[in-house]
T-cell receptor, first 111, second 113 residues
Framework: QKEVEQDPGPLSVPEGAIVSLNCTYSNSAFQYFMWYRQYSRKGPELLMYTYSSGNKEDGRFTAQVDKSSKYISLFIRDSQPSDSATYLCAMMGAAGNKLTFGGGTRVLVKP | DAGVTQSPTHLIKTRGQQVTLRCSPKSGHDTVSWYQQALGQGPQFIFQYYEEEERQRGNFPDRFSGHQFPNYSSELNVNALLLGDSALYLC????????????FGQGTRLTVV
């Protein structure tokens, strides 16, 4: 079983809809939770990170962490075709020196 | 600011050969980590370099080795290439071992034939 599980998708939504992404994990030592966006043939780009449990909002993006359930989510409001990409969750322990990634969810926002 | 730069962008090698990939970190960053991303998968941690030393290593064989130079740039070497080594190799840089805001390069696409 992988440490971090993520539905590969693809997830197809109409423009303007809310995109809902999530990951589950098994390692209770994870303290930092990140979301990356990766366009085809490009490197991952950090969207936001959260420390421990709670919510964090940045523009159209909201990240949620529920450590009791070992479950994290990313919501994208007012989705745009330019949001079409693969979204990767990543996690890190307190030492903060190694990222463990999920497999990524491919998202397609249709005009 | 040039960000993280990797070279080359694409590479084709034959089984059994050796390859060297290069990475220049983002300005102000001193820590470099390498990841392997197979097609359709998430990146997997190979190792991390800080102060010219390997600080942590993932579950990769000794065929994978690296180096960090005094200017913080880094190389990843892979010996005795296997077909399964075909992947996108990503370099990430950060400050002082803290990877909460790691910046990734565009990667080197390695194909082993």
């Amino acid at each position: 079983q992988k440490e971090v599980e993520q539905d590969p998708g693809p997830l197809s939504v109409p423009e303007g809809a809310i995109v809902s992404l999530n990951c589950t994990y098994s390692n209770s030592a994870f303290q930092y939770f990140m979301w990356y966006r990766q366009y085809s043939r490009k490197g991952p780009e950090l969207l936001m990170y959260t420390y421990s449990s709670g919510n964090k909002e940045d523009g159209r993006f909201t990240a949620q962490v529920d450590k009791s359930s070992k479950y994290i989510s990313l919501f994208i409001r007012d989705s745009q075709p330019s949001d079409s990409a693969t979204y990767l969750c990543a996690m890190m322990g307190a030492a903060g020196n190694k990222l463990t990634f999920g497999g990524g969810t491919r998202v397609l926002v249709k005009p | 600011d040039a960000g993280v730069t990797q070279s080359p962008t694409h590479l084709i090698k034959t089984r059994g050969q050796q390859v060297t990939l290069r990475c220049s970190p983002k300005s102000g960053h001193d820590t470099v980590s390498w990841y392997q991303q197979a097609l359709g998968q998430g990146p997997q941690f190979i190792f991390q370099y800080y102060e010219e030393e390997e600080r942590q290593r993932g579950n990769f064989p000794d065929r994978f080795s690296g180096h960090q130079f005094p200017n913080y740039s880094s190389e990843l070497n892979v010996n005795a290439l296997l077909l399964g080594d075909s992947a996108l190799y990503l370099c990430a840089s950060s400050r002082q071992l803290v990877n909460t805001e790691a910046f990734f390069g565009q990667g080197t696409r390695l194909t082993v034939v």
